[in-house]
């Protein structure tokens, strides 16, 4: 079955460290692939995405991922957080086949210590 | 991208009645969609709402309970009707654009049923 697996539901980490969220598809073919943040109380907020080509795709806000065909997967990473980065973060994919529709991963939470 | 209004921004309301959410858009685009996202869970699209057609319903939606107009290309209404406390939820628009129909999101209307 299609689906997007974000297998952290919460992650905390302190203030300028690195982070890293996870995100895996399981599609018959390569999807294309979006990272979106919501803040509190906010819609969503296109971070970045992966059509196809550089397989590290740079972002708004400091943040990158990179497109791993052989894993499936398209992980967010960034070098050093901060406090304002504290949010709900979805992974989503869609297809041409399906008509771009998007379906989202369950998200994960990032907690900032500081 | 597109810039995006949804009113009311929250509302609560009673039980058995309908709420009109009211999307709109600042450029025009082809492609609408509703999502709904329920408390503590991530993004679970509607229906998909294009000019001059019919919506299309994902699976486990149907008309009568969620009925939507898009009268132009820059607007689009979606009603929940005989609401229940279940229907407590973040409802949100957004415009497919550019490439891949990338998506762009509303900020989202916070229904609470009571």
């Known amino acids: 079955a299609q689906s997007v697996t974000q297998p952290d539901i919460h992650i905390t980490v302190s203030e300028g460290a690195s982070l890293e969220l996870r995100c895996n598809y399981s599609?018959?073919?390569?999807?294309?692939l979006f990272w979106y943040v919501q803040s509190p109380g906010q819609g969503l907020q296109l971070l970045l995405k992966?059509?196809?080509?550089?397989?590290l795709v740079q972002g708004i806000k400091g943040f990158e991922a990179e497109f791993k065909r052989s894993q499936s997967s398209f992980n967010l990473r960034k070098p050093s957080v901060h406090w304002s980065d504290a949010a709900e973060y979805f992974c989503?994919?869609?297809?041409?086949?399906?008509?771009?529709?998007?379906?989202f991963g369950a998200g994960t939470t990032v907690t900032v210590r500081a | 991208s597109a810039v995006i209004s949804q009113k009311p921004s929250r509302d609560i309301c009673q039980r058995g009645t309908s709420l009109t959410i009211q999307c709109q858009v600042d450029?025009?685009?082809?492609?609408m969609f509703w999502y709904r996202q329920q408390p503590g869970q991530s993004l679970t699209l509607i229906a998909t709402?294009?000019?001059?057609?019919?919506?299309?319903?994902e699976s486990g939606f149907v008309i009568d309970k969620f009925p939507i107009s898009r009268p132009n290309l820059t607007f689009s209404t979606l009603t929940v009707s005989n609401m229940s406390p279940e229907d407590s939820s973040i409802y949100l628009c957004s415009v497919g654009q550019g490439r891949a129909n990338e998506q762009f999101f509303g900020p989202g209307t916070r229904l609470t049923v009571l």
């Open positions: 989503a994919v869609g297809l041409r086949s399906n008509d771009y529709k998007l379906s």
């Open positions: 450029s025009q685009v082809t492609m």
């Open positions: 709402a294009n000019q001059g057609s019919e919506a299309t319903y």
């Open positions: 992966y059509f196809s080509g550089d397989t």
């Open positions: 599609y018959g073919a390569t999807p294309y």
